[in-house]
């Protein structure tokens, strides 16, 4: 799994980069060096075998008339499960120059003969929130983000009592470094993904987190 040398270079490296696209992900090369030594490394920002997982995360976070904030739509995998849910609203922010037209071109494709009741917001989370209202369910599948630890802040603020939050666990002790201590739940997911360079494990847990006046996010 390649790790970057300079996170932050990464950062800046990633928003730039003329991604790629295919059925099977979205992809880049970034230039720049990996603590390995190495560079001019591909990377994939979303792959398809995710499928399963942001299945489960829209079952646990979802419900029919829900105002539901997901941040990041990337191969809009998640955002068709939300849609499936119903939800009286349903707001994607993306940050990524190549992203953003094909988020568009989703959010103005029917279903079934449906208009999607969709609000874009283009850019960083941190830096678009004066365009959020309040939400029943937040859910966060970021890619490169260095704003992951004001995430708490965002859900405490946004968050209506009783909200339901997943994000994109690449490690169980992210909760621990997220600040949200023991508040999060588990629920684990068998998939099989292919070789690449951010996940590899066959069993996934897709993070639960409720907001109440028993947590922290209060």
Known sequence: MGQPKDYNDFNTAYLNADLTFDDNGIYWVYEGELITGETNQTFEVMMAWEQPIMQKMADLCVSEGDDVLEIGFGMGILSDAI????????TIIECHKDIIPKLKTWADTPV?????????IEGSWV???SQFGKYDAILQDTYADLNKYAFKELIRVYGREGCKVTYWNSTEALHTTLDF???VEFHEVSVNPPSNQYFNKTIYKVPLMIKTTQTLLI
């Open 83 to 90: 849609q499936a849910k119903k939800p009286a609203s349903h």
């Open 112 to 120: 079934d003969g449906f208009t999607k009741n969709v609000k874009i």
């Open 127 to 129: 830096d678009v929130n």
């Open 181 to 183: 201590d023991d508040d």
